[in-house]
C-alpha cells in the first residue's frame, strides 16, 4: 500500500522501532508473554479473567484487580466475586463475576484446546463462540498475553489513531467483518515493518498513550 497516510504511520513506526529504550520494554514485553505459553491452567485463567475484566474498563486497574484476587478467581462463588469485584471498583462487577465463573466451568476444555491447537485463528473462534464476555478484541488480547503473535488488539485506541491518521473511517460498531478488515490492515503494516502483530500493537499503543501496558 503506497498512500501518503500510510507512508506517514510507517515513517513513524520507524522512527519508533529505532529508539533502543522503547524496542527494549517491548522486547521484554514479547518474551513475557511467551513465558506464558503452555503455563499452569490457573495461570492461563487468571489471564483470560484479566482480558474479561478489562472490556469497557480500564486495563492498568484490572490487573491489579486480578492479582488482589489471586487464585481466589477460581475459588469464588459468582455471589462473592461480584462483591469482591464491587469492593475493589471494577464498573461491572455482576455481568463479570458471571463471566468469569462461567468461564471457569469451560476452563478444562481450553486448556485442552490450547495444548492440541497451534491455529490462534481457530483457537481465537472457539473463545468467541464459547466463552461469555470475550469477543474478538479479548479473545485477540487473551491469546496474544500467552505468547501468539499473529492476532491484532483492536480497541478504541488502535481505532482512534488508525482514523486519526486517516487510514480508516470510524466504525459505529466493531463487527465480526469490520474487526478483521481493520485486523489486515494492520497485517499489512507489520510486513512492511519486519515485526509481529503482536509487537505492532505495542508500539500503536505507545503511539496513542505513551505507555506500554499488558
Not at 492479582?67 to 455482576?94: M, N, Q, V, W, Y
Not at 510486513?191 to 508500539?203: K, P
Amino acid at each position: 500500500m503506497g498512500s501518503a497516510v500510510f507512508q506517514m504511520l510507517l515513517r513513524d513506526l520507524r522512527r519508533l522501532l529505532m529508539e533502543d529504550e522503547v524496542r527494549r520494554v517491548v522486547e521484554a514485553r514479547i518474551k513475557e508473554f511467551e513465558s506464558l505459553k503452555g503455563s499452569s491452567r490457573e495461570d492461563l485463567f487468571k489471564e483470560l479473567c484479566f482480558c474479561i475484566l478489562a472490556a469497557n474498563f480500564s486495563a492498568e486497574r484490572s490487573l491489579r484487580i486480578v492479582e488482589e484476587i489471586g487464585d481466589d478467581l477460581l475459588k469464588l462463588s459468582e455471589e462473592e466475586l461480584a462483591e469482591t469485584l464491587r469492593r475493589l471498583g471494577h464498573r461491572f462487577p455482576s455481568s463479570r463475576a458471571r463471566y468469569i465463573v462461567q468461564a471457569r466451568r469451560g476452563l478444562d476444555e481450553l486448556v485442552k484446546i490450547l495444548e492440541t491447537i497451534d491455529d490462534e485463528f481457530m483457537i481465537r473462534e472457539w473463545l468467541v463462540r464459547n466463552v461469555k464476555g470475550v469477543g474478538y478484541k479479548e479473545a485477540s488480547h487473551f491469546l496474544r498475553n500467552i505468547g501468539f503473535k499473529n492476532l491484532s488488539i483492536i480497541d478504541f485506541h488502535i481505532i482512534d489513531l488508525l482514523t486519526r491518521y486517516g487510514l480508516i473511517k470510524r466504525p459505529r460498531s466493531l463487527t465480526r467483518r469490520r474487526y478483521l478488515e481493520i485486523e489486515g490492515l494492520l497485517r499489512r503494516i507489520s510486513e512492511e515493518l519486519g515485526i509481529s502483530l503482536a509487537e505492532l500493537d505495542l508500539y500503536l499503543w505507545y503511539i496513542e498513550t505513551g505507555r506500554i501496558l499488558k
